[in-house]
Each structure stands twice: as structure tokens, then as C-alpha cells.
């Protein structure tokens, strides 16, 4: 049978059933190829945390035909609020529906990653075969074919063979030179499960900085439901151990380091006994030097995972030189250690899209209490809408915006972004 494009067909074996493997797959049998899904979990493994789809992703979801089905499944979260250890909310930043510029922090196609692994399936096993409770465990190839060695002693011949099994790819390992360590460590540790949803869990997502490089963050997919994640900062080789020991003892770990975290922690903890997963995960970034060999490659994270915090987070809320504390006014940013030039206060270059989004919403504050030389004025490349209230270079219509005279703060960053979040009374600070 030849492929759509008058290709001759290939017989393709795709190691890994998620989200990369499924979307490989439609696009490899609406090409007329002859698929192969091998996925070492025995059943569908729709579940996990809730995703979010942005720019290409939802490109490539409408050039599928799966955006309506999409939007069927979509959580509403209409945004994310800072929270205090009381629970009191010092920031709000909304999601961007207007259809024009960039996403905030919460897109406007989040979605369970269960439901969207659900939809990649419905559309795609009839075109391809799937195999459940059976993994590839090597492969040998020459000019001409690819031998797959799989986990229940069986072999099989393929023209291709696609590594599409995750950030801990068995493919990979057996592609790269021996020896070769594709992992780069940002020293981030995030656990996830669910817990019953109560009255006061709404659909702003709350995010909540602990003391000591500690994060909670609760978000509510469904009526009854609640997701809770703890994330750390930690170098040691307890941490980056603990992910491979049994689940009790992961869940004894993450109690003990956030027992004294405050606001909701407690409640988080309890509920890890009656949870349905429980799920914990060092933060790395997959960085290999190749990603295929002859007739074997790498797809998705398999091949360069970027990890769930590239984008923003691990650099907005962990390495960056910042923590967000807010007041009255505004957002006030805290700076850890004194300002450079080279580095400013809101992170690093690589990371300034993502921080423009929490500047437009809020009121930057250029003094930093805590930190001696910090300069009288905001950086050249901080936009003047964005200056604080209680710096003499604000605006009167700024001033009155960020104090609470005005019911709304919006403002464009430089790059066009924006974003919008309201305004805090005076006194909650």
C-alpha cells in the first residue's frame, strides 16, 4: 500500500503510548504508513496532571481535527492568585480570551492530560494497532530493517523504530554512547496528587510561596476533585533518591518537608493517603547530543524535554533572583541578592517572556527594602506603565490604578503582551 504521498508505506513501531506517541501515530497512518503503538502500561495511561495548550500545540491540535473535542474537555480555570500563608489573596493574574497577544500563566485551553490522551486515542485506534503490557527493551538494526526485542521475549522487523517513551526513554539509552548522562538537573523536586475538592476550592489556580525554596500550588479540575503539588528546591542526593523508592516512602519525604510550610499543607498531606496516584519527580531537562541513529529515533521527551518548568516557572520562581510579595499597591519583588545590570531582577534573559506576563498585571516596585545600592529607578527596559506607585517616577493615572482608585490594572509590556488582574483594596496588605 503506498503512503498518501506516493511514498512506499513503512511498517512503524512507536515505543511509548502518551501524547507524543498517539499524535506521531495519526500523522504516520494518515500518511498510509503501517503503525505500531507499544505501551509497557497495561492499559491506557489516561491520567496526570493538567496541561496546557499554547501556540503550535493548538496549531497542531486544529490541523487534526481535535480542537472541538478539545474544548469539550477543558478545565475552567480562569486564572492564578498568589496567596499568602492565610489564604488571602495578593495577586490575581487572568487568563488572556480576548483572542489577541500572548497567554498568561493560565492558557485558555488547559485540559487534564488523561482527557487529552483519551482523545488522541479515539482518534487514532482504528488506524493504528495497539499493544499494552509490552515495552521494547533493545533493537538491532542494519541497511534495511530495524529488530525490536520486546519486554515478553517476542521480536519483531520494522523499517522504523521511534523512541516516543518519555524523559526516561529506554530508546534513548540504547542509542546514545554508553556512558552518556542526557539529563541536566535544575534542582527542582515537584510532587502531585489529588484530594477531595472543598467549598473555598475555586477555579483560580492559588499559588502559595513557603519558606525555603518551597511552592504549593492547588488547582480544581472537577466538581469533586482538587490537585495538590508541592515543589522544592533541593541539590542533595536524598531528593534526587527518593523518586525511585516506594510510594510510602515518598510520601513520608514530601510530609516531612512541608509540614511547616503553612496555609493549606496539612490538609494536602492528609489527603495523600486516599488519593488514586500519587506521583513524584525530580525536574530535569532531557539535552541529548543525538537524536537518531540509521533507522531508530527520538521523539517528544525522549529526545529534548524541556522539563514542565522551562518555560517560566523554574526560572520565574526558582532561579531567578526574585520571589513576588505582595501589597496593597501592587506586587512588590524582593530581590535576593543585589541588583546587576547584566541580570536584572525579574530572572534571566531566557525567561523575560514569561515575567513580562506577571509585570503587565501588576505595579513594579524598583526599591528592594532588603537589599543595599538598588536603584532609584526601574531598568531602562521596564515599561513606564509598570513603575511603582510609591516611586516618584510613576504617573498620577498609574498611581491611582495601583492603589485601588481605579477598579482594573491593565497595561502592555514593550513586547506586546498583556495581561490583567484586579485591583486590591487598600488594607488587605
Known amino acids: 500500500m503506498a503512503g498518501g504521498s506516493g511514498t512506499r508505506s513503512l511498517r512503524v513501531l512507536v515505543a511509548g503510548g502518551g501524547v507524543t506517541g498517539q499524535a506521531l501515530a495519526y500523522w504516520l497512518a ?6 505500531t ?15 496546557d495548550l499554547r501556540g503550535q500545540g493548538i496549531q497542531a491540535i486544529a490541523a487534526m481535527g481535535l480542537l472541538d473535542a478539545v474544548r469539550g474537555k477543558l478545565v475552567d480555570e480562569a486564572g492564578v492568585a498568589f496567596v499568602d500563608a492565610r489564604g488571602r489573596a495578593k495577586a490575581t493574574i487572568m487568563a488572556n480570551t480576548s483572542g489577541r497577544g500572548r497567554q498568561t500563566l493560565t492558557s485558555e485551553y488547559e485540559i487534564m492530560r488523561g482527557d487529552l490522551v483519551r482523545i488522541l486515542h479515539d482518534a487514532t485506534k482504528d488506524d493504528a494497532e495497539y499493544v499494552f503490557g509490552k515495552s521494547v527493551d533493545g533493537y538491532e538494526q542494519d541497511g534495511d530493517r530495524v529488530v525490536a526485542h520486546f519486554s515478553d521475549g517476542s521480536s519483531g522487523e520494522f523499517d522504523l523504530l521511534v523512541g516516543a517513551d518519555g524523559q526516561g526513554s529506554r530508546i534513548r539509552r540504547a542509542l546514545l ?29 492559588d499559588t502559595y510561596m513557603a519558606p525555603g525554596g518551597r511552592q504549593i500550588m492547588r488547582r480544581s479540575h472537577n466538581p469533586t476533585e482538587t490537585q495538590a503539588y508541592f515543589v522544592m528546591r533541593d541539590d542533595s542526593e536524598e531528593s534526587s533518591a527518593i523518586h525511585r523508592a516506594p ?21 494536602f498531606i492528609d489527603g495523600m ?3 488514586p496516584f500519587f506521583y ?13 541513529s540509521g533507522r531508530v529515533v527520538l521523539a ?9 518548568t522551562a518555560a517560566w516557572e523554574s526560572r520565574a520562581a526558582w532561579s531567578a533572583p526574585t520571589f513576588w510579595r505582595v501589597r496593597s499597591t501592587g506586587i512588590r519583588t ?5 541588583w546587576r545590570t547584566t541580570t536584572p531582577c525579574y530572572g534571566r534573559s531566557s525567561a523575560r517572556s514569561r515575567v513580562r506576563s506577571i509585570r503587565a498585571c501588576c505595579v513594579w516596585a524598583c526599591r528592594c527594602p532588603n537589599v543595599p545600592s538598588t536603584p532609584s529607578r526601574p531598568p531602562p527596559h521596564w515599561p513606564a506603565s509598570c513603575t511603582s506607585p510609591t516611586s516618584p517616577h510613576a504617573s498620577p493615572r498609574r498611581t491611582a490604578a495601583a492603589t485601588g482608585n481605579s477598579p482594573a490594572t491593565r497595561c502592555r509590556t514593550d513586547d506586546g503582551e498583556f495581561a490583567q488582574g484586579a485591583s486590591r483594596s487598600r488594607g488587605q496588605g
Not at 30 to 35: E, L, P, S
Not at 334 to 338: A, E, N, S
Request: hydrophobic residues 40%.
Open 334 to 338: 524582593i530581590c535576593r541578592r543585589r
Open 247 to 267: 510510594v510510602e516512602r515518598q510520601q513520608e519525604f514530601w510530609a516531612d518537608r512541608f509540614r511547616d510550610a503553612g496555609w493549606q499543607a496539612e490538609r
Open 37 to 51: 503503538v507499544v505501551e509497557r502500561f497495561p492499559a491506557l495511561r489516561a491520567s496526570g496532571a493538567q496541561v
Open 30 to 35: 494518515r500518511g498510509g504508513h503501517r503503525v
Open 177 to 205: 554512547p554508553e556512558g552518556s548522562d542526557p539529563y541536566w538537573r535544575v534542582g527542582i523536586h515537584m510532587a502531585y496528587w489529588f484530594v477531595p475538592r472543598i467549598a473555598s476550592d475555586s477555579n483560580i489556580r
Open 273 to 275: 493517603s486516599t488519593s
Open 300 to 308: 517528544g521527551d525522549a529526545a529534548h524535554c524541556a522539563s514542565p
Open 280 to 292: 513524584s519527580q525530580e525536574i530535569v531537562q532531557v539535552r541529548a547530543d543525538i537524536w537518531s
